[in-house]
């Protein structure tokens, strides 16, 4: 089975602070992608990587950057975090472009 | 960003019932998929769909690439406690993205 995993459940940050949201996944998936998810706004897609090193901004990258290194994470930062920023992140990696995504349990980042 | 219409919003259906949603769109997309969303959990992949007019079950849940590819439905038969979630269509175009619909909220009273 494919897995997926974000490095925290719950995380609460002050304003201003930088934070990282780390995701691993452990099948050699080409492609990770980060989207965030709010109530009536369904799921964004912040960014999303299909290489390593590689990035393309989603709907939503303003006051979020990644970073890839290696093939199998993908890292969300949040520079300067701000209150607007609280929200469910969840991250997700597929084979391909024409194949199903995978999600992680997701991280619930509350920025006080 | 592409916006999958998603409908209805939310249900409230007794427990035993047959469940029905879609999602539309404007634009033309190779792969349809269904998602269901526990509370505090990622989404988890429930049918994929990769072909115009293609029917899949899994289990109670059948769903249907629309004939035009711009539209899916997921049916959910004698619906259990336990189907309690969100449930999120998406699309994809053959580019690195999916598009996600706004969710079907549903609740199943026992």
């Known amino acids: 089975d494919v897995k997926v995993t974000q490095s925290s459940r719950y995380l609460v940050k002050r304003t201003g602070e930088k934070v990282f949201l780390e995701c691993v996944q452990d099948?050699?998936?080409?492609?990770m992608f980060w989207y965030r998810q709010d109530p009536g706004l369904g799921l964004r897609l912040i960014y999303f990587?299909?290489?390593?090193?590689?990035?393309e901004k989603g709907d939503i990258p303003e006051g979020y950057s990644v970073s890839r290194e290696k093939k199998e994470r993908f890292s969300l930062i949040l520079e300067s975090a701000s209150t607007n920023q609280t929200s469910m992140y969840l991250c997700a990696s597929s084979l391909d472009s024409a194949t199903e995504a995978f999600f992680g349990q997701g991280t619930r980042l509350t920025v006080v | 960003g592409q916006q999958l219409n998603q409908s209805p919003q939310s249900m409230f259906i007794q427990e035993g019932e047959d469940v029905s949603m879609n999602c539309t769109s404007s634009s033309i997309f190779n792969t349809w998929l269904w998602y269901k969303q526990d509370p505090g959990e990622g989404p988890v992949l429930l049918i994929a769909l990769y072909k115009a007019g293609e029917l899949t079950s899994n289990g109670r849940l059948t769903a249907q690439f629309g004939i035009t590819r711009k539209d899916s439905f997921l049916n959910i038969s004698a619906s259990i406690p336990s189907d309690v979630g969100i449930y999120f269509c998406?699309?994809?175009?053959?580019?690195?993205?999916?598009?996600f619909g706004t969710g079907t909220r549903l609740t199943v009273i026992p």
């Open positions: 990587s299909y290489d390593v090193k590689m990035k």
């Open positions: 099948m050699d998936h080409e492609n």
């Open positions: 998406a699309g994809r175009r053959g580019a690195n993205n999916l598009f």
